[in-house]
């Protein structure tokens, strides 16, 4: 049986991974995963004594309903789907064929943006709309300050907060992204914060992940004050430059709506369903880049019974959530 190291397993990972979210599938991101009490199990198949296949399973317990195996943008390469759980969770590439695979929600964007920073700055900003150049003008008049290498969570939390209040979704806890910051603190300067400011105020702030040849926009937040300052946009411009001139070739956006999900003003097609990413797409895609997708997210049953009665408990408790 083959054993890879840190920089063996990373290495296959980057060479065959998706082009979006290989980072799930590093090593050091199932470091942090253990870190916040998952448990993490890796495998590593192989044929004729050369590596075919990685995956990085985070394995679950299901009170009542057995348990499950998750492989976030995963597996990657030949990975026979075998197990005792009642069944896996999977974020392939391509679309499974197997009998038994069942559309899920969503965990991890199946439809993103991805620029290209091979370009140069000038050719960047003409694929811009005009109106993202626009408010990084606005931005740079107003004297915003970006430090791109923050190093306190703890101040750019409440921006976090007003920014799951505005539209309305849920945020890990704020431990999560503690224990997340000081983790690859630790272990790598992969992952770290971003601010925009103003005479000391924060008025945006992202988790960036750097992995391989590609920047990653994980998480971002911004104030409920002074929007008209429109920090985000010279925030995202300053961090597409040091990605470029730090050496990586592609700026990941980490998920817009699909365009055929959006209203005709929007860029969608005619008739489609207002998605609730709908806002934050159009920020992004103002950055210009190649519309990206894959499959999403997918379960492999072995134990019908059990995954039955899993799926009637979880449509309960969204009912319950929303209620």
């Not at 000038?122 to 004297?143: P, Q, S």
Request: include cysteine.
């Amino acid at each position: 049986m083959i054993m890879l190291t840190q920089d063996q397993w990373n290495a296959f990972v980057l060479q065959h991974g998706p082009r979006s979210g290989r980072f799930l599938q590093s090593w050091e991101w199932g470091e942090f995963q253990e870190s916040v009490g998952e448990t993490v199990r890796r495998e590593v198949h192989e044929a004729e004594g050369e590596v075919v296949g990685v995956a990085q399973w985070i394995d679950r317990k299901i009170s009542l309903f057995g348990g499950y195996s998750f492989c976030p943008k995963g597996p990657i390469g030949k990975v026979p789907l075998v197990s005792d759980q009642s069944f896996l969770r999977i974020e392939p590439a391509t679309r499974p064929l197997l009998v038994h695979a069942k559309k899920s929600l969503d965990v991890n964007p199946a439809h993103t943006l991805i620029t290209d920073l091979t370009q140069t700055q000038n050719e960047l900003l003409a694929h811009m709309h005009e109106k993202t150049r626009y408010n990084i003008r606005v931005a740079e008049r107003h004297g915003v300050e970006i430090e791109l290498h923050h190093g306190s969570f703890d101040d750019v939390w409440p921006l976090f907060s007003q920014t799951s209040q505005r539209g309305a979704f849920r945020l890990h806890t704020k431990q999560y992204y503690q224990t997340m910051m000081q983790g690859f603190d630790q272990n790598s300067r992969l992952l770290f914060c971003a601010i925009a400011q103003k005479k000391s105020v924060t008025l945006a702030a992202t988790i960036m992940i750097d992995f391989g040849d590609t920047r990653t926009y994980l998480h971002g937040a911004s104030s409920n004050e002074h929007r008209n300052l429109m920090a985000p946009s010279l925030l995202h411009w300053e961090l597409m430059k040091d990605a470029k001139a730090r050496g990586l070739r592609f700026y990941d956006w980490w998920g817009v709506a699909p365009l055929e999900s959006l209203p005709p003003c929007q860029g969608g097609m005619k008739g489609g369903r207002i998605h609730p990413w709908s806002g934050i797409s159009r920020f992004k895609r103002g950055f210009g880049g190649e519309e990206v997708s894959s499959p999403g997210t997918y379960d492999i049953v072995l134990q019908p019974l059990n995954y039955k009665l899993y799926s009637i408990s979880r449509s309960l408790a969204r009912i319950i959530r929303r209620i």
